[in-house]
T-cell receptor
Framework: DAKTTQPNSMESNEEEPVHLPCNHS???????IHWYRQLPSQGPEYVIH???SNVNNRMASLAIAEDRKSSTLILHRATLRDAAVYYC???????????????FGTGTLLAVQP | DSGVTQTPKHLITATGQRVTLRCSPR?????VYWYQQSLDQGLQFLIQ???????AKGNILERFSAQQFPDLHSELNLSSLELGDSALYFC???????????FGQGTRLTVV
């Protein structure tokens, strides 16, 4: 399974932007880049995903490097509710493909200070 | 609410027993995934089904088995339970490959 590398932890102040990096140098052409987060005592929650172009949704933005070997999840204004573990995952777009399953690493624990 | 329903929410059982965890995916989702989350192991992928067929296996013990039924709900069977099987078990579903997966709230299993 293609591997991602994320910092173990990051800190942010409330209402400031947060940039969460992810390296995925072994990404294949059929892999989507997915981000999930897990708030305390809850199941993982989908945040955003992309293939080649930058993506925006109501929760966050995803900036993907031109060579696709890295990406950055951007929370535009962090709130206390954004404190969670953020996972960057590569997921095959081919049904039944080798990495179609979601393999979670250790993620980045984001702390948000008031 | 993700639309994925897991029952029961909590389960306490003794070592050596067998339990069944149930997952109802979101309407229209064909893929179901099972995960185990314990304090020392993080989120571990167990098994994936797509439209009733097993598609991928992770670190699933031989004492564990799963299936996906024609109505697309899935069950995870855990037998000969050990103390170390105590964990949160999550089910997730997605429409197809590459799309977002939606997770249930999990079943907290405690083996005493």
């Amino acid at each position: 399974d293609a591997k991602t590398t994320q910092p173990n932890s990051m800190e942010s102040n409330e209402e400031e932007p947060v940039h969460l990096p992810c390296n995925h140098s072994t990404i294949s052409g059929t892999d989507y880049i997915h981000w999930y987060r897990q708030l305390p005592s809850q199941g993982p929650e989908y945040v955003i995903h992309g293939l080649t172009s930058n993506v925006n949704n109501r929760m966050a933005s995803l900036a993907i490097a031109e060579d696709r070997k890295s990406s950055t999840l951007i929370l535009h204004r962090a709130t206390l509710r954004d404190a969670a573990v953020y996972y960057c995952i590569l997921r095959d777009r081919v049904e039944g493909g080798a990495t179609n399953k979601l393999i979670f690493g250790t993620g980045t624990l984001l702390a948000v200070q008031p | 609410d993700s639309g994925v329903t897991q029952t029961p929410k909590h389960l306490i059982t003794a070592t050596g027993q067998r339990v069944t965890l149930r997952c109802s995916p979101r309407s229209g989702d064909l893929s179901v995934y099972w995960y185990q989350q314990s304090l020392d192991q993080g989120l571990q992928f167990l098994i994936q089904y797509y439209n009733g067929e097993e598609r991928a296996k992770g670190n699933i013990l031989e004492r564990f088995s799963a299936q996906q039924f024609p109505d697309l709900h899935s069950e995870l069977n855990l037998s000969s339970l050990e103390l170390g099987d105590s964990a949160l078990y999550f089910c997730a579903s997605s429409v197809r490959a590459g799309t977002e997966a939606f997770f249930g709230q999990g079943t907290r299993l405690t083996v005493v």
